[in-house]
């Protein structure tokens, strides 16, 4: 074999050996190592028929627990149904729609739940979209479906949450709330985060729900102070989902080589949510965020008490609930 050849072959079995001392140490990140049983708990776990959701969704089912899929498209929801059964070996497995970008089906899916099912555990606010548009009620679609919706479902669901105490509410959030704000003035006239489609505004205004999330999370949490329920917000990771579906072709194929390599698959995706619904001893973080299943500091425009509380305020307005 000649020199050069030689030279060749060290290098590219030197960055493949790196990579894969990355990929294991880096991207795959902390696992949640609760061995919680969840024998005679019900779950919910908003868009659990494909991503995090799902994964989320076995791994409970797995455990036991009366899991509660639910999902915007019946269709989606009914094969997930059936994969969530069949790798949980599990037939305490539910269906029910919801989609959270109309605030009539929330409060359906609210009714029927609290009709048919006899407790509530755990609230999983996972469903998260990454699209500009309207809700059937006028919101903007980011601030309705990823703010608007879960604010209400689990105003809805609280007094359950309540009863079946000691209860968790987990809302997956992400790290890209540190680039958002929340423009109270646009929320008013606008009734969305804010106005522009370009793909950098389509960004801010995810990030400015997904801020939305943990200044959700910080006001639930002083408003829940002397009961037995407790809620946490979080960032999944980077993960290889179906979050960028709706983003253009030419980005799907730039992304899908990084996304391949530097993020995590799914499964690891649901490891910080799994680690906040089931892990012993955080009580007393009731409010905080949680990444790679480590409680972190939030910067505050995060934890701001005026502004949650405007926020909540305004969240009751926009969904109906004053
Ligand atoms: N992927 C990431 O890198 C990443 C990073 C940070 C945070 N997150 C957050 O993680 C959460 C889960 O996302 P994912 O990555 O698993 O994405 P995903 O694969 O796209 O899953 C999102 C889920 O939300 C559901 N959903 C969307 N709009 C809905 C609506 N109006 N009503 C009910 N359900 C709705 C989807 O249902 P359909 O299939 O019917 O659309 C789907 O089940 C989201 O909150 C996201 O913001 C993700």
Same mark, same amino acid.
């Given at each position: 074999?000649?020199?050069?050849?030689?030279?060749?072959? +060290?290098?590219?079995?030197?960055?493949?050996?790196?990579?894969?001392?990355?990929?294991?140490?880096?991207?795959?990140?902390?696992?949640?190592?609760?061995?919680?049983?969840?024998?005679?708990?019900?779950?919910?776990?908003?868009?659990?028929?494909?991503?995090?959701?799902?994964?989320?969704?076995?791994?409970?089912?797995?455990?036991?627990?009366?899991?509660?899929?639910?999902?915007?498209?019946?269709? =989606?929801?009914?094969?997930?149904?059936?994969?969530?059964?069949?790798?949980? =070996?599990?037939?305490?497995?539910?269906?029910?729609?919801?989609?959270?970008?109309?605030?009539?089906?929330?409060?359906?899916?609210?009714?029927?739940?609290?009709?048919?099912?006899?407790?509530?555990?755990?609230?999983?606010?996972?469903?998260?979209?990454?699209?500009?548009?309207?809700?059937?009620?006028? +919101?903007?679609?980011?601030?309705?479906?990823?703010?608007?919706?879960?604010?209400?479902?689990?105003?809805? +669901?609280?007094?359950?949450?309540?009863?079946?105490?000691?209860?968790?509410?987990?809302?997956?959030?992400?790290?890209?709330?540190?680039?958002?704000?929340?423009?109270?003035?646009?929320?008013?006239?606008?009734?969305?985060?804010?106005?522009?489609?370009?793909?950098?505004?389509?960004?801010?205004?995810?990030?400015?729900?997904?801020?939305?999330?943990?200044?959700?999370?910080?006001?639930?949490?002083?408003?829940?102070?002397?009961?037995?329920?407790?809620?946490?917000?979080?960032?999944?990771?980077?993960?290889?989902?179906?979050?960028?579906?709706?983003?253009?072709?030419?980005?799907?194929?730039?992304?899908?080589?990084?996304?391949?390599?530097?993020?995590?698959?799914?499964?690891?995706?649901?490891?910080?949510?799994?680690?906040?619904? +089931?892990?012993?001893?955080?009580?007393?973080?009731?409010?905080?965020?949680?990444?790679?299943?480590?409680?972190?500091?939030?910067?505050?425009?995060?934890?701001?008490?005026?502004?949650?509380?405007?926020?909540?305020?305004?969240?009751?307005?926009?969904?109906?609930?004053?």
């Amino acid at each position: 074999m000649s020199d050069m050849m030689s030279y060749f072959l +060290l290098i590219v079995g030197c960055v493949i050996g790196i990579g894969y001392i990355f990929h294991n140490l880096v991207v795959k990140g902390n696992r949640c190592t609760s061995t919680a049983k969840l024998h005679g708990k019900t779950v919910i776990v908003t868009g659990s028929n494909t991503g995090i959701g799902k994964k989320t969704a076995i791994n409970l089912a797995t455990r036991g627990a009366r899991v509660i899929l639910a999902c915007r498209s019946q269709q =989606r929801g009914e094969i997930a149904l059936a994969e969530v059964m069949e790798e949980s =070996r599990s037939k305490e497995v539910v269906f029910m729609q919801l989609d959270l970008g109309s605030l009539k089906s929330v409060r359906t899916f609210a009714e029927n739940f609290l009709k048919t099912e006899d407790r509530l555990d755990l609230l999983i606010n996972n469903a998260g979209i990454l699209l500009q548009g309207k809700t059937e009620d006028g +919101l903007g679609m980011m601030f309705g479906v990823n703010h608007i919706g879960h604010f209400l479902l689990t105003n809805l +669901l609280l007094e359950r949450l309540k009863t079946c105490g000691p209860s968790r509410v987990v809302t997956v959030s992400s790290v890209g709330h540190n680039f958002g704000k929340i423009d109270f003035k646009c929320l008013n006239t606008h009734k969305a985060l804010g106005t522009g489609t370009s793909f950098w505004q389509t960004m801010q205004i995810y990030s400015d729900s997904k801020l939305c999330n943990v200044l959700f999370t910080h006001e639930l949490a002083k408003r829940l102070q002397g009961t037995k329920v407790t809620c946490y917000s979080l960032h999944p990771g980077a993960i290889n989902s179906e979050l960028s579906r709706n983003s253009s072709n030419v980005l799907k194929a730039l992304l899908k080589p990084i996304t391949a390599f530097f993020f995590k698959n799914t499964e690891q995706g649901a490891q910080t949510t799994l680690h906040c619904a +089931l892990q012993d001893g955080i009580e007393g973080l009731s409010g905080r965020y949680f990444s790679n299943c480590t409680v972190r500091d939030l910067y505050p425009k995060a934890k701001d008490d005026v502004a949650a509380k405007k926020l909540w305020e305004l969240s009751e307005r926009h969904s109906g609930l004053v």
